[in-house]
Antibody
Framework: QVQLQQSGSGLVKPSQTLSLTCAIS??????????WNWIRQSPSRGLEWLGR?????????DYAVSVKSRITINADTSKNHFSLHLNSVTPEDTAIYYC?????????WGQGTLVTVSS | SYEVTQPPSVSVSPGQTASITCSGD??????TYWYQQKPGQSPVVVIY???KRPSGIPDRFSGSNSGNTATLTISGTQAMDEADYYC??????????FGTGTKVTVL
């Protein structure tokens, strides 16, 4: 049973960087059959997939077009976790952020982190 | 970009059948997935690859997908099924797309 535990700041100032981490138990971030995703949810945008990282003999990343210029997702194998960094945030980035595992769909989810962008 | 649409709300009486649709161009050519989300909780997958149920999901949940429409059916709806339901499609070109969500109310 995979469990995902999120951590990170719930309040970010405009123009700064949003950073969240997702700790994995029950699987490895380096698994060659898994993918590790970030998804957000807001009243205005609904559920929105942001991006993923996965290992297939090398590390790969895919990002949503809507955030591609501002997002980085990376993995830390020593801590078995992966992280989201979204820079130059605006109030439009206010949302609940989830980490989730899955390749074609999302079978395990973190508990969600409400991130508010406000000065 | 690819889009899928859902009705905003569906109402159903206890014990009756609720049907939630998800529409998109040639959606039947792609796998569709369904998630249940209760207030304050993370989404939970209830149907994957159109018709499959994860372990632990009651068999009153079923799915179908053909043409331009995928359908999640809840047979013998119970009060505990009251939640928001989201469809999701995936393909290699559009990546992951979520529907707008349907609120199921059990009256």
């Amino acid at each position: 049973q995979v469990q995902l535990q999120q951590s990170g700041s719930g309040l970010v100032k405009p123009s700064q960087t949003l950073s969240l981490t997702c700790a994995i138990s029950g699987d490895s971030v380096s698994s060659t059959s898994a993918a590790w995703n970030w998804i957000r949810q807001s009243p205005s945008r609904g559920l929105e997939w942001l991006g993923r990282t996965y290992y297939r003999s090398k590390w790969n990343n895919d990002y949503a077009v809507s955030v591609k210029s501002r997002i980085t997702i990376n993995a830390d194998t020593s801590k078995n976790h992966f992280s989201l960094h979204l820079n130059s945030v605006t109030p439009e980035d206010t949302a609940i952020y989830y980490c989730a595992s899955g390749v074609t769909f999302f079978d395990y989810w973190g508990q969600g982190t409400l991130v508010t962008v406000s000065s | 970009s690819y889009e899928v649409t859902q009705p905003p709300s569906v109402s159903v009486s206890p014990g009756q059948t609720a049907s939630i649709t998800c529409s998109g161009d040639k959606l039947g050519h792609r796998y569709t997935y369904w998630y249940q989300q209760k207030p304050g909780q993370s989404p939970v997958v209830v149907i994957y690859e159109d018709i499959k149920r994860p372990s632990g999901i009651p068999d009153r949940f079923s799915g179908s997908n053909s043409g331009n429409t995928a359908t999640l059916t809840i047979s013998g709806t119970q009060a505990m099924d009251e939640a928001d339901y989201y469809c999701q499609a995936w393909d290699s070109s559009t990546s992951y797309v979520f529907g707008t969500g349907t609120k199921v109310t059990v009256l």
